[in-house]
Structure formats: structure tokens, C-alpha cells
């Protein structure tokens, strides 16, 4: 949707509440709207860092997807490539141009290449971070923006996610809050699109049977880094 006819949907709804509630309506939904109250927030996601980590990690692995911790961005390149081997996988990613992703020293393994962009058909692996894991449910949180491509978590049978533990929460609430956090002075906090992924792409609109890679990936590769910077 273009940002003109984005505006138009929007002008024309306000018409609509208008002549419904007043502008009183509009302008009291306008404010709480502004207030961000929050919602419920499940028990199970008010855990301490590693309590995070191991439900995160339980929920994900519920779900196909592999989770692997490691301690350092060094460690990155070698526990990528151990799993492509094991999963009989061309080791040729098309990474997103992520400052923190730039850092990883892919030149430790001599079996990968690495090219960075946005995801194509006949990319082998998609690497991406995420701006927020949630670990009630083991859910990747992606923020689409020009170093942050959709499509790299999409697109590719295979999407490798990066991401420092820092970026845990535990509840969907507090998600929605950190990625205020990251919006620019003055500026709106929503990206373009945010993408919520929780395993891989799955179905099971046939006979009841689960078909993984339908609408996506049909592998999941989660590395969670120990190191503070992210």
C-alpha cells in the first residue's frame, strides 16, 4: 500500500468516527490509543534472564525450530556452519546489511560464503537478527527496514536468525514497548511491517497432517549470542 492511499484509508475512517462519536470520541480514542496501556502479561514470561532463555528455547524447540547458544559473535560462523553440514545444506547465506550481523568474523569457516541483500528464490540460507525475542511462546520479533529486509526470513528454505540475548523479553507487552523504545526522536515507532515468526513455516490444511516449508521456510536455526552488545 502506497503512503497516499494509506492516508486515504486513514482520513476516511476519521470521517466515519467523526460523524459516529463527535470529536470528542475521536480525539478520547486518540488519547488512550497515545497511552500504550498494556494488556495482560502471562506469569510464565515473568522469569529472570535464564528463565527467559529456557522457555524461550523449550517454546522454539516445541515448534521445529533449533536453538543454539553460543558465547561470542566468533562462535557464530562455526556453529552455522556445523548445522548446515548436519542438515546436508549448501553453506551460501544472503545476509541482511545489519551493522551487528557485519560483525560476525565469517572468514573462520572456510565453507561458507556470504553475500548480503535482500531475499531471492534461489537464495540457499537467509541470515537475519531480530529487534526483539519473546519468550513465552519462543517468537522472533522483525522490524522490516532497509537493514532489515522481509524477505531474508521469508523467503529462503532455511532462515538463520542471530541474535544477542540482550534483546529477550518475556511477554508479548513488553515487546510492543521495546520497539518504541527504538523509534527516533519525533518520529513514529512502527516500522513498515512487523513480522512475529515462531518456527518454521508450517500447515496443516490437508488431512490434517503437518507439512513444514509451506509458506516459508522449512528450517529454523536460532543462535543466541551471550555477548552484551547488541
Known amino acids: 500500500m502506497s503512503r497516499a492511499s494509506r492516508q486515504f484509508m486513514l482520513a476516511t475512517i476519521r470521517r466515519a468516527c467523526t460523524q459516529r462519536r463527535g470529536e470528542t470520541g475521536v480525539r478520547a480514542a486518540a488519547a488512550r490509543l497515545g497511552r500504550h496501556e498494556a494488556g495482560p502479561v502471562p506469569a510464565r514470561g515473568r522469569l529472570d534472564r535464564e528463565g527467559q532463555i529456557a522457555l524461550f528455547t523449550a517454546e522454539a524447540t516445541r515448534v521445529e525450530a533449533t536453538v543454539k547458544r553460543v558465547a561470542s559473535l566468533k562462535d557464530v560462523p562455526g556453529a552455522v556452519a556445523a548445522y548446515l553440514a548436519?542438515?546436508?545444506i549448501e553453506a551460501r547465506l544472503k545476509m541482511a546489511p545489519d551493522p551487528w550481523l557485519r560483525?560476525?568474523?565469517?572468514?573462520k569457516s572456510s565453507v561458507i560464503s556470504v553475500t548480503e541483500g535482500v531475499g531471492e528464490r534461489n537464495d540457499a540460507v537467509g541470515v537475519t537478527t531480530a529487534a526483539?525475542?519473546?519468550?513465552e511462546t519462543g517468537t522472533l520479533v522483525l522490524a522490516s527496514g532497509p537493514e532489515s529486509p522481509t524477505s531474508l526470513a521469508l523467503v529462503p528454505p532455511v532462515h538463520v536468525a542471530v541474535v544477542p540475548v540482550g534483546r529477550m523479553v518475556g511477554?508479548?507487552?513488553e515487546a510492543w514497548a521495546r520497539?518504541?523504545?527504538?523509534?527516533?526522536a519525533g518520529g513514529p515507532f512502527m516500522p513498515r511491517a512487523v513480522n512475529w515468526i515462531t518456527g518454521p513455516s508450517r500447515t496443516a490444511d490437508i488431512e490434517q497432517t503437518l507439512l513444514l516449508g509451506a509458506h516459508g521456510p522449512q528450517?529454523?536455526?536460532?543462535?543466541?549470542?551471550?555477548?552484551?552488545k547488541a
Open 219 to 228: 528450517r529454523q536455526l536460532i543462535i543466541l549470542v551471550d555477548e552484551e
Open 86 to 88: 548436519g542438515q546436508n
Open 103 to 107: 560483525n560476525i568474523p565469517w572468514s
Open 132 to 135: 526483539v525475542m519473546v519468550a
Open 179 to 184: 520497539l518504541r523504545e527504538r523509534a527516533p
Open 171 to 173: 511477554s508479548y507487552e
